[in-house]
């Protein structure tokens, strides 16, 4: 009985190996693209160096490669006041300033690419392939020309707008939660004009953040397929960032994608119930009972541990996320979903992600589900590689 209890966990120790060396493999042929990343506004602009292997945050050259990254988009953004006196157009470019400095002292590793045909060359140097991605429409301050000068630095796709609206683009917060205030919803003509000249030029149009109304303005305009760059399914998780079926669906119609968030708040509607709660209704209650150590910066910083500590149970599992793939797939086919994790701008990844390392569980998953080699390729990579393709000149 024995020698059988032994024989038995010998076998599945040996299928488990075999599994682990079959995801392995596949994880390493497949060309897996991340459609959006932060790094560069938070750990480049706080001074550190993702040249070098770092113990904080969720990336960096040495843990891209050892997730298995080939192409990353690194996101250009500021919020909606902006850090520089001269405005948005120059943080933009200060951003774009530092990918430059870091793909010049990495150049073994890394390289910038503006084009399809770089995007490949890159791929066989076995470099980590950076693109630009602009998230905010108001980086160019309503002004063609300054659309034109991003994309001449390199910006291939541009959010047309981040959670705050633009005079020619209506959020997805704004639409959803000042609806009453707005002059008015949708893209203006001057937006329009914007879309089209992001199709002449080669920008793909990322459509993740805009208003419902922007969304299908922007659809109706556009010659190219579209993305959204950092995206989860409104079903599963009914928040305002996320993609409701139809437009999925219209997404699918363009030949675009979209791009699963892994933000916890856009996975789990239970993670993003507790909280609002946190934020609606424990922060005044935990920081007046928190008033007697009459330190503000310690008594935001006992908040936030309180905060933390109450969330992180709540952070959902890479199955779950995972589950808002699956869902665009049985939707509309294993075409039009990617990656677009948000790491670096997000503060609850699923458990088990917890940087750019961890990549390969995701591809697991999706083995375990039955996905094919094929489907998994597309997902991983193959999917936002098409959509390059036939925007980028």
Known sequence: MKFLLFFILVCLSFSDNAQSAKVKKLHEKAILVD????????????????????????????????????????SIWTGEKARNPEGFYKDANQEIDSLEAIAFRSYDMMTLATNYDEVKKGLRQNKLVALIGVEGGHMIEDDMKKLEELYKRGMRYMTLTWNNSTAWATSAMDETQKADSLKHKGLTEFGKQVVRRM?????????????????????????????????????????????????????????????????????????????????????KRVKDSLKTYFDAAKMNDLWKNYFNRELEPLRPTISQLVDHIDYIVKLVGDDYVGIGSDFDG????????????????????????????????????????????????
């Open 35 to 74: 459609t959006h990343n932060d790094v560069l506004s938070t750990l480049t602009l706080e001074g550190k160096n993702i040249s070098n292997r770092l113990t904080e945050g969720h990336s960096d050259l040495y843990r891209f490669r050892e997730g298995g990254v080939d192409v990353q988009f690194f």
């Open 346 to 393: 997000i503060s609850f990844p699923p458990k088990g992600l917890d940087d750019v390392t961890t990549y390969p569980l995701v591809t697991a998953e999706l083995v375990r589900r039955g996905y094919s080699k094929k489907s998994i390729k597309k997902i991983l990579g193959e999917n936002v590689l098409r959509v390059m393709r036939a925007n980028f000149h």
């Open 199 to 283: 199709n002449e030029l080669g920008i793909i149009v990322d459509l993740s953040h805009v208003g419902e109304q922007t969304f299908y303005d922007a659809i109706s305009v556009t010659t190219k397929p579209v993305l959204l760059s950092h995206s989860s399914v409104y079903t599963i998780c009914p928040v305002f960032r996320n993609a409701k079926d139809e437009q999925i669906k219209a997404v699918a119609k363009n030949g675009g994608v979209v791009c699963v968030n892994f933000y916890a708040g856009f996975i789990d509607s239970n993670f993003a119930k507790r909280m609002d709660e946190l934020v609606r209704r424990d922060e």
